[in-house]
């Protein structure tokens, strides 16, 4: 019996594995969490799997893995150039631009250094004290969109280390939600083998469809 439901399969052939990663999720071993990792399950039905990327512990969405070596060191020495990312997240607030671009050089993960990181933002709806983004990145920075979101002063509703106090409270009390909503929506990038264009979209997990409806006055 396979390790996950086999319609958050996204993606699969020889050389890569796309899954579609829910909230509350750990893609690896992190200090604090009991849960076994998504790697760890996929690793009983493809035991070389291989790590690409990440996505944080609360999001949700389109993640790659490689299942050969081949496969990896190709997208890495690329640097995932030509990859493009859209999430798609609930933020604090009005937002008084329907588009943007946000430059703004963010901690690299693994220096202390600053490097460039580019995001774009779009309104898909818009509520009194609630706004619905799609942010495409340019960069795949840690904690970029939410980084980024806070900078322009909408940061995603009810979250913990970048997030907004009265907001979130005004936003728990209403809601009774207490965690953020960010989810990897799709992805574009050229198969690292065979030369494909691929794109690939995961469905907005059953949470953030009913958050939307609730505040579109539905039920």
């Known amino acids: 019996?396979?390790?996950?439901?086999?319609?958050?399969?996204?993606?699969?052939?020889p050389h890569l594995l796309v899954v579609n990663k829910l909230e509350g999720e750990l893609v690896v071993t992190a200090g604090g969490f009991?849960?076994?990792?998504?790697?760890?399950f996929l690793k009983k039905d493809y035991p070389g799997l291989r790590v690409v990327h990440r996505l944080d512990f609360g999001t949700s969405g389109v993640i790659v893995f490689?299942?050969?070596?081949?496969?990896?060191?190709?997208?890495?020495?690329?640097?995932?150039?030509g990859w493009i990312k859209r999430y798609h997240a609930l933020v604090a607030g009005h937002l008084s631009r329907k588009f943007g671009t946000i430059e703004r050089a963010l901690p690299a993960r693994t220096k202390k250094e600053l490097v460039p990181a580019?995001?774009?933002?779009?309104?898909?709806?818009?509520?009194?004290?609630?706004?619905?983004?799609?942010?495409?990145?340019?960069?795949?920075?840690?904690?970029?969109?939410r980084q980024h979101m806070k900078f322009i002063g909408h940061p995603?509703?009810?979250?913990?280390?970048?997030?907004?106090?009265?907001?979130?409270?005004?936003?728990?009390?209403?809601?009774?939600?207490?965690r953020f909503f960010l989810h990897a929506y799709s992805?574009?990038?050229?198969?690292?083998?065979?030369?494909e264009k691929l794109h690939i979209e995961a469905p907005l997990p059953p949470s953030f469809q009913k958050v939307l409806r609730e505040l579109r006055g539905g039920k």
């Open 66 to 81: 490689g299942k050969t070596a081949e496969a990896v060191r190709k997208i890495r020495e690329k640097a995932f150039k």
């Open 187 to 195: 992805l574009d990038f050229t198969h690292p083998v065979t030369g």
């Open 1 to 13: 019996m396979p390790s996950i439901r086999a319609d958050r399969i996204l993606f699969n052939d």
């Open 156 to 178: 995603l509703l009810m979250d913990p280390l970048y997030g907004d106090e009265k907001a979130d409270k005004s936003f728990r009390k209403h809601f009774h939600y207490h």
């Open 34 to 40: 009991g849960k076994m990792p998504l790697f760890d």
């Open 118 to 145: 580019v995001s774009h933002f779009k309104v898909l709806d818009a509520f009194p004290t609630a706004t619905y983004v799609e942010v495409e990145i340019e960069t795949g920075r840690k904690h970029q969109i």
